[in-house]
């Protein structure tokens, strides 16, 4: 399985797109949403039971090892930037 991890800012009509794209494909998957912004309306997107959300921090983003580490427990293969700012 390839996991997509989709970081953003917003609202997340980009991520809900993408979310919605790959929902019954048989080899990939959105694991994982991540903001900066914890009020986000993009997080809600992680009300669907397969879908885990993180909100970060600068310093926490900025800590590469931390964000490394984190997107290898959810098994990131690829990260998709849908208006994170």
Do not use: C, Y
Request: no cysteine.
């Amino acid at each position: 399985m390839t996991n997509l991890a989709i970081f953003a800012s917003g609202t997340g009509t980009n991520a809900k797109k993408i979310v919605e794209h790959f929902k019954d494909h048989p080899t990939i998957k959105v694991a994982l949403i991540v903001s900066n912004k914890p009020q986000a309306r993009v997080l809600e997107l992680a009300n669907e039971p397969s879908i885990e959300k993180w909100v970060i921090t600068k310093e926490i983003f900025n800590d590469e090892l931390l964000t490394q580490n984190t997107l290898e427990h959810f098994n990131i293969s690829f990260v998709i930037l849908a208006g994170f700012l």
